[in-house]
């Protein structure tokens, strides 16, 4: 019997010192939460910019069907942001537009080969798709997309 109790006395001690290393942990963890401050250049606004891009509706073959797409297939932005966008048509063959419906922005029809310049304000923060607004331009017109993504303010 005496060694019995001396084994439940250890184990005693064993669960004591788990706990109280547990809290002593907990406590120190609370500390270095409630003292630490990051530093100003972290919690800085954003400062609206101006950015530009240059965005092409690539042809291209795969296999023996034409695929048209756009490069980048993603832009993003910050919410305030100016942004211009050189959309360039890279298909010889048809007129392809450029709508970003969701701000408000709609090209018409660019010619084969050419190049259009649009500026507009990125003004609430969401993923968008843009694309080709020329219905029946090409079998993969549904293809045509991206996404525009305006990250919210700070």
Partial sequence: ??????????????????????????????????????????????????RQFSLHLLVSKEGDRVVRHWIPSVIVVNARDTVILRITNGDDESAHGFSLGA??????????????????????PGIFHYGC?????????????GQFIVLGER
Avoid at 33 to 45: D, F, H, K, R, W
Avoid at 137 to 143: L, R
């Fill in 1 to 50: 019997a005496g060694r019995g109790g001396m084994a439940v006395k250890s184990r005693r001690w064993v669960i004591a010192g788990a706990i109280m290393l547990g809290g002593l942990l907990l406590a120190a963890g609370y500390n270095v939460q409630q003292t630490y401050t990051p530093p100003a250049s972290a919690t800085a606004p954003v400062t609206p910019e101006v």
């Fill in 103 to 124: 701000l408000n922005v709609v090209m018409p029809p660019i010619p084969p080969g050419q190049t259009v310049t649009v500026r507009f304000t990125a003004t609430r």
């Fill in 133 to 145: 607004n020329v219905v029946g331009c090409a079998i993969d017109h549904a293809d045509q997309i």
